[in-house]
């Protein structure tokens, strides 16, 4: 670790106060809350025998746990691992559960007593579930992404559709049933808000500070800007669609799509949504490991983007940590705590907005220091700065 000499100009007791109030409340919104929606796995058939209803439904959930718990293997694990997943019995599976709630259910009189057929959601224990995963060297992650909102317009006898009616495509989008997974997709209401903020054609141009304010109202870091339309042969579905990162300005246009049948926008609907879950996990699952600690420097204008900084730290998932070391005018001195090496941090944090570069110190026998700052939107990517997002 290099070490770093402390500024000359430190703020007074008040300011430093304030400044750890920022801090506390850019951390205050961590992912941890969000985090426990995703051990939730709803609405698994049930079915169970017994004497009284209570054992029925208690052999219910028996009978039932490990096909919820493969679920929730699924959403955490890449895609890659899922040949992997070992079959878990029903009273280990059962053990890591800890609440039940009951959706819908049948109880009936039977020769031996009562039945339970129905529908239940399990709540599962994040400690157990995780443990299991480790010992069997499974890779996964619990941490989710900024919500992505999607823009699905459709182009039909050449024109943009995104709010007026008919849009089909927009109609597949909302009654795609979505699986809770680690990146949260919003489909946007068409309110009068939205509808000012951005229109068909400003979406297909994809301009920039119309999707910065309609996302804006869904508290989106990401937009999904989803076109559709009649392909060149007949009964096929062509599909064109951009990811917008408005953290570091980066965009990612997909392979066009082309699908054909009866259920061809629900189909394609839904590869969308799995290419964005397996696109974020592929970023933010990392091997088990040991965390390195890295000192940097961070400079900033003024608080509010002492502020950005932080929240973009927390939003990257490689940064496990941070502490603040010295804080002074418009300089505060980090330890940063990560998986993988410095240089990796590096590549990954432009996709948050960040920027960290080695510098040289100043004086004879300075040494080289990693420097912290907000990434402008005119700086290049670096080689490895794909959206991380």
Not at 333 to 346: F, P, W
Request: glycine share 8%.
């Amino acid at each position: 670790m290099t070490p770093v000499p402390s500024s000359p100009h430190l703020l007074g007791r008040a300011a430093l106060a304030a400044a750890a109030i920022l801090i506390a409340a850019s951390l205050a919104a961590g992912p941890s809350h969000a985090e426990e929606k995703i051990y939730w796995v709803r609405d698994i058939p049930a079915k169970g025998k017994g004497k009284t209803d209570r054992v029925a439904r208690r052999e219910a959930a028996l009978n039932a746990a490990p096909a919820a718990l493969d679920r929730l293997f699924r959403r955490l694990t890449s895609a890659r691992e899922h040949e992997f997943l070992p079959p878990v019995p029903a009273e280990r599976a059962r053990s890591m559960v800890r609440g039940i709630e009951v959706v819908r259910a049948k109880r009936r009189k039977t020769a031996a007593g009562r039945s339970f057929d129905g529908a239940l959601s399990y709540l599962f224990r994040p400690r157990a579930v995780g443990a299991f995963l480790r010992t069997e060297g499974i890779a996964w992650s619990a941490r989710r992404s900024d919500p992505v909102l999607v823009l699905p317009v459709w182009r039909g006898e050449g024109v943009g559709i995104l709010w007026d009616d008919p849009n089909p495509w927009r109609d597949a989008w909302a009654a795609t049933e979505s699986e809770p997974g680690l990146v949260p997709v919003i489909l946007p209401e068409g309110s009068l808000k939205d509808l000012q903020a951005i229109g068909a054609d400003q979406a297909s141009e994809r301009d920039a500070q119309s999707l910065a304010a309609v996302a804006g109202h869904y508290g989106a870091k990401q937009v999904l800007v989803a076109a559709a339309g009649p392909g060149e042969e007949e009964g096929t579905l062509a599909i064109s669609a951009a990811l917008f990162n408005l953290r570091s300005g980066d965009s990612e246009e997909l392979e066009p799509l082309v699908v054909a049948g009866e259920t061809a926008m629900a189909d394609a609907a839904a590869s969308l949504t799995a290419w964005l879950q397996e696109r974020w996990k592929d970023r933010v699952i990392v091997p088990e490991g040991p965390v390195a600690a890295t000192q940097v420097v961070l400079r900033f204008d003024d608080l509010a983007a002492w502020v950005r900084v932080r929240e973009n730290l927390v939003a990257a998932p490689s940064v496990a940590g941070q502490r603040v070391i010295a804080f002074s005018a418009g300089e505060a001195v980090l330890s940063l705590s990560h998986r993988g090496n410095a240089d990796d941090l590096a590549r990954r944090l432009p996709a948050f907005g960040l920027l960290l570069r080695q510098e040289r110190g100043t004086g004879r026998k300075a040494k080289t220091i990693w420097v912290l700052a907000e990434r402008a939107p005119e700086e290049e990517r670096t080689p490895d700065g794909e959206p991380d997002e």
